[in-house]
């Protein structure tokens, strides 16, 4: 069993999130689950965000959309690999 990951840290959320967003959709046949976290709430948001996709695909593809994420200002990512 093979499962593939892509973290993706924002660090300025409000100005990167419509860009990433944007990779995401056109991504979006290969991923299968999606999970968003930022700390704050209501008047306290803050402006880091954290994303963690589980995808699927080739690897040439997971590959691509993490190193697409990867180019943008502020964003880092990871596609993590893990195998039984």
Do not use: P, Y
Not at 54 to 63: A, N, R, T
């Amino acid at each position: 069993m093979k499962k593939s990951v892509l973290l993706i840290l924002i660090g300025k959320r409000k100005e990167a999130a419509v860009k990433v967003q944007q990779i995401l959709t056109g991504w979006g046949c290969i991923i299968k689950t999606r999970l968003g976290i930022h700390d704050g709430v209501l008047d306290n948001c803050s402006d880091e965000g954290l994303l963690i996709l589980e995808l699927f695909g080739s690897d040439e593809q997971k590959g691509e959309l993490a190193r697409k994420v990867e180019l943008l200002d502020g964003v880092s990512s990871k596609l993590v690999e893990l195998e039984l």
